[in-house]
């Protein structure tokens, strides 16, 4: 979600095409073979140019594309969520824009209220029948809500989510009570998402980016109990905090891959240098130690805070 048209009634500080494109070159070349997107992103334009962009430079047997599906596209009781209609009339909208025939995973952005659990899975398994998705995942929900999802799946024979995209960092941990130990034990991958909690992990307690200041969902999600936290980040081994930040997360069992989110160079070079950083049982336990119990949080709609 850090680029796209911004003119379509996005976030300002995202990037263009001719932006991104150096950064998306560049993740490629490190050895980043899958990028996450959603139709919501600028509507539809974070996947024209990630699609366009990396029909230039990758195969497409060699990359893996995610994208998802709920928030709010068009006008109308249709225009979002994930019922039937909505879920058929947007893998064909995000396969126009991404200018493939398939993505690699399908995901649904968020829970749905207002339909019926067992239409929207019987949706995506026609999608993943008719070809259009090779896999569905989801993202942040309750783990009773994933759990049903699986059980409506299993019933009828239909395609079980492989993934589950939630909100994990380490200011937020909530999700280790129960959505973790439920994919762990349905062997299902994690793709946290905000990995570095929406920036706060990166710089000094209470220093504001131009994004953070515009960041309304996020301004109340941290106590100043994370403050010890965050101190902690900064006093590892000599490099960065954002290092420190993902490392730590990808050091935990259920922790597939993190969603990286890319604006600037460092952004990248950070996230390839994390994966090769590696902490103590010990060490990993003292930037934890602090962590107090925090509000649920991440479970609303997706248009609700997609500036994460």
Request: aromatic share 8%; glycine share 8%; charged share 25%.
């Amino acid at each position: 979600m850090s680029w796209g048209d911004r003119s379509r009634g996005w976030h300002p500080w995202i990037l263009d095409e001719e932006q991104a494109r150096p950064l998306i070159i560049a993740a490629w070349e490190a050895g980043v073979n899958a990028f996450d997107t959603a139709n919501v992103y600028a509507a539809g334009s974070s996947e024209e140019v990630t699609g366009r962009i990396l029909k230039e430079i990758a195969p497409r047997e060699e990359v893996v594309i995610a994208t998802k599906v709920h928030g709010r596209m068009r006008p109308g009781a249709n225009g979002a969520g994930l019922s039937r209609r909505a879920i058929m009339t947007e893998i064909d909208a995000s396969l126009t824009w991404l200018g493939t025939d398939h993505v690699d995973l399908y995901q649904i952005h968020r829970w749905d209220d207002e339909t019926p659990i067992e239409e929207t899975v019987e949706a995506l398994h026609d999608v993943v029948k008719a070809g259009k998705a090779r896999y569905i995942g989801a993202s942040s929900m309750f783990a009773w809500q994933f759990a049903k999802a699986q059980h409506v799946a299993e019933r009828n024979g239909w395609t079980k989510f492989v993934s589950m995209q939630n909100y994990y960092n380490l200011l937020y941990r909530e999700e280790e009570r129960e959505m973790l130990p439920l994919c762990a034990d349905q062997e299902v991958g994690v793709l946290p998402w905000s990995p570095l909690a929406r920036g706060r992990l990166t710089r000094p307690w209470g220093e504001e980016t131009t994004r953070s200041e515009g960041d309304a969902w996020g301004r109340d999600l941290y106590p100043d109990s994370d403050r010890v936290i965050v101190e902690k980040v900064a006093e590892r081994r000599g490099v960065s905090r954002a290092q420190v930040a993902l490392a730590w997360l990808m050091a935990q069992p259920q922790v597939t891959s993190p969603i990286v989110g890319v604006t600037k160079p460092h952004h990248l070079t950070d996230a390839v240098a994390a994966v090769e950083l590696e902490f103590t049982a010990d060490e990993l336990e003292e930037l934890g130690a602090a962590y107090e119990p925090h509000r649920i949080a991440g479970h609303g709609p997706a248009t609700v805070h997609a500036s994460r």
